[in-house]
């Protein structure tokens, strides 16, 4: 990420207040970053421990109503607000194509923070972001109910909405009942690393994610590229993590070379494929090991791996602790002194450095063949 543009040192976060807003994302959003600077922090002073700058903005810096008659108060108005390294876009009521004057403003807005360098997320908000232009040739979710005004009006779109996220470059999607949460938990990973935005998931998430939402929203700290045809591989790869494609079938799809796929992947990602399955597959573990009273011989054959032996020593490898001892600290009666996170491992979002780094070894001698 590149360094803020504020004296403060922390990044700036606008949070826009669009007409027909849903407010609940508002506040939600706002209240869940504030929280992730508490746990970092260990602290209960909100004020201090503040990981972001967060502005509220409207068109006009004036209160702005939501459908159910509450105002949203804003800090400031969009003319006076344009240094914000993120910008948050909240969920609108009934979506249509059409584009009214006040949303104009908002689209004129965005633009400019996009090609200034800002990262974009929308909360179910694909639509607004339709209407700028900024996902024409890319890929995209939100509802389903939106697939047909996409199909018709913005059919350069890639519209996919059975995905809970979806990163295109520094423009991510993100969708559900409530995507807050999943949306917080990238902008995080995107300034400060795995490790605080996975704290803010253990806590934020009253149910646990099924295995494949999970890898989806963990996978895309690897996702910020604009490479459409690696992007389909790391797709293949994570819907089929116990028996990924081989290499030569994954370069077919893709309609290249191995030699070229291996290449572009790594050029993408900053991992070679094997590591990649590798660190996938540690992430996994460490997500079953969490949410699953799964044996390991069933966790490693959920995984890909050829043996509980070989998860283990990968997992070693990638978090600093073996299968078991994870699973213990992170039992809800731990101690809370034995769930910190093992030294050296960074909690479950160091699988993407440490076990990306360490576990090739693993994908090749003790994943199953055919990475």
């Avoid at 807003?21 to 002073?45: C, W």
């Avoid at 900024?134 to 059975?162: I, K, N, Q």
């Amino acid at each position: 990420m590149k360094k803020p543009l504020r004296g403060t040192g922390r990044p700036g976060v606008a949070i826009l207040l669009p007409p027909r807003l849903l407010g609940g994302y508002v506040f939600l959003t706002q209240e869940l970053l504030l929280l992730a600077g508490t746990m970092k922090a260990r602290s209960l002073d909100v004020v201090n421990s503040r990981l972001f700058d967060i502005a509220i903005l409207s068109h006009d810096g004036r209160p702005v109503p939501t459908i159910g008659g509450l105002d949203v108060p804003a800090t400031a108005a969009l003319s006076d607000a344009d240094a914000h390294e993120v910008v948050i876009v909240p969920a609108q009521f009934m979506p249509d194509a059409q584009i009214g004057a006040l949303e104009r403003v908002f689209i004129d807005w965005l633009e400019r923070r996009y090609a200034a360098g800002a990262l974009v997320v929308g909360l179910n908000a694909a639509p607004l972001l339709a209407k700028a232009g900024l996902l024409d040739g890319r890929g995209a979710t939100g509802l389903p109910s939106e697939r047909t005004l996409f199909a018709r009006h913005f059919p350069a779109v890639r519209y996919t909405p059975s995905k809970p996220l979806v990163v295109d470059g520094r423009l991510i999607t993100v969708s559900g009942i409530n995507p807050a949460v999943d949306a917080c938990a990238y902008v995080i990973d995107y300034c400060f690393g795995a490790g605080v935005s996975q704290r803010l998931l253990r806590v934020a998430l009253t149910q646990s994610l099924p295995s494949y939402e999970h890898m989806a929203v963990w996978a895309a700290q690897y996702k910020r590229h604009g490479d459409a045809p690696v992007l389909a591989v790391q797709d293949s790869v994570e819907r089929a993590l116990a028996h990924p494609p081989t290499l030569a079938e994954l370069a077919a799809r893709a309609a290249m070379s191995e030699r070229t796929l291996s290449r572009r992947f790594a050029a993408a990602t900053g991992l070679t494929l094997r590591r990649y399955v590798a660190a996938l597959r540690v992430e996994l573990a460490a997500f079953l090991l969490r949410t699953s009273r799964m044996t390991l011989e069933h966790i490693a054959d959920e995984c890909g791996f050829a043996s509980a032996s070989a998860l283990s020593h990968a997992f070693l490898a990638g978090q600093g602790c073996s299968p078991i001892q994870y699973r213990n600290r992170h039992r809800p009666d731990a101690r809370p002194d034995a769930r910190r996170e093992p030294a050296g491992g960074g909690g479950t979002g160091g699988t993407g450095g440490t076990a990306a780094g360490s576990g090739e070894g693993a994908a090749s001698s003790g994943g199953r063949a055919g990475k």
